[in-house]
């Protein structure tokens, strides 16, 4: 059974730092690209970070760039999330994701239909 448990979520002061991991089991995900997505309250799921298999290419979606870093670690089946300079609107709930498609090198797709495997999610809580 395949399953992807996210952790690392939390309540904390807009400024700080969290760092969400995902953490796969069932299978290895070593050869596919996995990705974060969240949904805030009362709107829809939406794209946050990707990376491609190896590592070597990541994509972000502009409300994170330069304050989150996608990063996998493939010894431990894990994806992590280090997110930085959090603001209030980075509340959500934070759900991991992985790929089964392969499409090339740098493959790391930002559409959340792309994907197979979806964790349950864990809560991030910014307060301003």
């Known amino acids: 059974q395949v399953q992807l448990v996210e952790s690392g979520g939390g309540s904390v002061q807009a400024g700080d730092s969290l760092r969400l991991s995902c953490a796969a089991s069932?299978?290895?995900?070593?050869?596919?690209?996995m990705g974060w997505f969240r949904q805030a309250p009362g709107k829809e799921r939406e794209f946050v970070a990707s990376?491609?298999?190896?590592?070597?290419?990541?994509n972000y979606a502009d409300a994170v760039k330069g304050r989150f870093t996608i990063s996998r670690e493939h010894a431990k089946n894990t994806v992590y999330l280090q997110m930085n300079s959090l603001k209030a609107e980075d509340t959500a709930i934070y759900y991991c994701?992985?790929?089964?498609?392969?499409?090339?090198?740098?493959?790391?797709?930002?559409?959340?239909?792309?994907?197979?495997?979806w964790g349950q999610g864990t809560q991030v809580t910014v307060s301003s």
């Open positions: 994701a992985a790929s089964l498609r392969y499409d090339g090198n740098y493959y790391s797709p930002s559409n959340s239909e792309e994907y197979v495997y």
């Open positions: 069932g299978r290895t995900f070593s050869s596919h690209a």
């Open positions: 990376i491609n298999w190896s590592g070597s290419n990541t």
